[in-house]
């Protein structure tokens, strides 16, 4: 979700020549900055890419694509992203948008590899990420009660399910919503107001959200009252708030997360997005070098990826 949008022109990055070859230029060396540490030290050896996952289990997530993170910008362009280059490949334009339809604000991917996305308005879309076809669904979140949308899936009670968040009017943490989509059927069910409060500031709100293939949800929220961002973790039964994770040096902004690997990914700030991988073990940050020419608004990963 991106908080404001602004146009920008911005030319396609190419299409990478192979994951193989990117592969072993990452694993030759790629660097990272960890932010706040000593400037002597090599950032590539602190924080090595990550090993490949294994072999992908039988069924949706044998497509090697599933188990990595989908992201779209401002020019509606579908990026795939490798947290193993780390490294951003272009797919190709998606044409979803009307004449009254605003810019990608929330995207959640599910195992076959079809995304949910919303343009701002409450509507959901579902994007084929291999055919990039996309069409409306019946789904509108102020029908459901609440006017903003975020969305992910978690891996919750053997079997694929899509959380939706919602703020019902101000905006405020307070007046947020966490609930389920099914993906059949498209029925709206509440579990709850979030609890309790987050305690930043009064106008802490909800950036993204993103699950994981053991059930945890996680949200990316805005604290302006203390100039940063940080991460906190949702109940998925009860809309409970748990342990919550700091990001020291990202300031308060739209942006997108993905957990991958034991990781979060941040896509924050405009053309040329900030990416940064942070680890809650250590509670580091490292600011990756992975270049696209796109203000990313959004970002979603299936409960396909390596936890």
């Not at 009307?98 to 599910?110: F, I, K, L, N, R």
């Not at 009670?157 to 959380?163: P, R, V």
């Not at 059930?215 to 973790?233: D, K, N, P, T, W």
């Not at 809650?280 to 990963?301: F, K, N, W, Y």
Request: glycine share 12%; with cysteine; hydrophobic share 40%.
């Amino acid at each position: 979700m991106e908080l404001t949008h602004a146009r920008a022109r911005v030319a396609a990055p190419p299409v990478l020549a192979t994951s193989l070859a990117l592969w072993a230029a990452a694993s030759c060396g790629a660097r990272t900055e960890v932010l706040g540490a000593p400037p002597s030290r090599d950032a590539a050896s602190e924080a090595p890419p990550h090993a490949p996952p294994d072999a992908a289990p039988p069924g949706p997530c044998a497509d090697p694509t599933s188990r990595l993170i989908y992201a779209m910008g401002y020019t509606d362009v579908l990026y795939l992203f490798d947290p193993r280059l780390p490294a951003f490949e272009r797919i190709g334009k998606i044409h979803c948008r009307g004449p009254s339809t605003g810019a990608p604000y929330s995207m959640a991917v599910d195992r076959e590899g079809i995304a949910y996305v919303d343009y701002g308005g409450g509507t959901l879309y579902r994007i084929d990420t291999k055919t990039r076809a996309c069409e409306p669904t019946t789904f509108d979140a102020p029908t459901a009660g609440f006017v903003t949308f975020e969305g992910a899936f978690a891996y919750v009670g053997g079997k694929d399910t899509l959380f939706g968040s919602g703020d019902t009017a101000s905006g405020m943490m307070s007046d947020s919503i966490l609930g389920t989509i099914d993906t059949d059927t498209l029925a709206w069910t509440l579990i709850g107001r979030y609890s309790p409060p987050l305690g930043f500031g009064e106008t802490d709100n909800v950036v993204a959200l993103t699950g994981t293939g053991d059930g945890r949800l996680f949200a990316l929220s805005a604290a302006y009252s203390v100039s940063s961002m940080f991460i906190v973790q949702i109940d998925p039964a009860t809309a409970r708030l748990g342990k919550r994770y700091r990001l020291p040096g990202v300031k308060p902004s739209g942006g997108a997360i993905a957990f991958w690997g034991g990781d979060f990914y941040t896509f924050v700030g405009g053309v040329g997005p900030t990416v940064s991988r942070f680890s809650p073990a250590t509670g580091q940050i490292h600011r990756l070098r992975a270049s696209v020419e796109d203000d990313i608004l959004v970002a979603g990963v299936s409960t396909c990826a390596p936890l």
